[in-house]
């Protein structure tokens, strides 16, 4: 089992900036990768940003890019979702997500974290 808690989030205003963490836990955190993911009412589930534990192959939306940044910390087991120059849009519920390398869906989510844009 995989265990996710966000944190970070928060209400700004356009313009500013948010860091949000995710704390994971479990045996072999390294056979995973690691993924941010956003949500509004009545819309999907949105890719934002993924990241491997064991590399440095980063990957986001373009919708994001240029303002976000995913790192982490494998000594701390914490992945981060740096977000800059903020949007009134990117007002959603941020998840951490994980997926096994050997499959194609997120199977495991964090409680999700409000972040909230004001214009």
């Known amino acids: 089992q995989v265990q996710l808690v966000e944190s970070g989030g928060g209400s700004v205003q356009a313009g500013d900036s948010l860091r949000l963490s995710c704390t994971a836990s479990?045996?072999?955190?390294?056979?995973?990768?690691m993924g941010w993911f956003r949500q509004v009412p009545g819309k999907e589930r949105e890719f934002v940003a993924a990241?491997?534990?064991?590399?440095?192959?980063?990957y986001s939306t373009a919708s994001v890019k240029g303002r976000f940044t995913i790192s982490r910390d494998n000594a701390k087991n914490m992945v981060y979702l740096q977000m800059n120059s903020l949007k009134p849009e990117d007002t959603a519920v941020y998840y951490c997500g994980a997926r096994h390398y050997t499959s194609n869906a997120y199977s495991y989510w964090g409680q999700g974290t409000q972040v909230t844009v004001s214009s």
């Open positions: 479990g045996r072999t955190l390294s056979n995973y990768i």
């Open positions: 990241i491997t534990w064991s590399d440095t192959s980063t």
